[in-house]
Nanobody, 128 residues
């Protein structure tokens, strides 16, 4: 099992920023697919962004392109999701997820069932 440690959730007003972090075990960090999903009450879980740590290749949900950036902090084995210009519709429980299979980071979308490891989630609330 890969234990994921999430941090950075909180409550902000529309237009403000939050920075989420997901720390990956050192022995798996170099080659792993790491994604962020979010889920609002009564709605399906949706993939927000992902990154393949070996190459830095990324994927973004269309609605967050230009506002969110997923990146690597190699010194701390951490995947960072910088969320700028937040909107109320960005609100939800955000989950870090990871999978060691290359194919998980190759699909045209993010497939939740292909991510084997999940963090416990962190709440993001954006007020209008």
């Amino acid at each position: 099992q890969v234990q994921l440690v999430e941090s950075g959730g909180g409550s902000v007003q529309a237009g403000e920023s939050l920075r989420l972090s997901c720390t990956i075990p050192e022995n798996t960090y170099s080659r792993i697919c790491v994604g962020w999903f979010r889920q609002a009450p009564g709605k399906e879980r949706e993939g927000v962004a992902r990154i393949w740590t070996q190459s830095g290749s990324t994927y973004y949900l269309d609605s967050v392109k230009g506002r969110f950036t997923i990146s690597l902090d190699n010194a701390s084995n951490t995947v960072v999701l910088q969320m700028n210009s937040l909107k109320p519709e960005d609100s939800g429980q955000y989950y870090c997820a990871a999978d060691r299979a290359t194919v998980t980071c190759m699909y045209s979308g993010m497939v939740p069932q292909y991510f084997d490891y999940w963090g416990q989630g962190t709440q993001v609330t954006v007020s209008s």
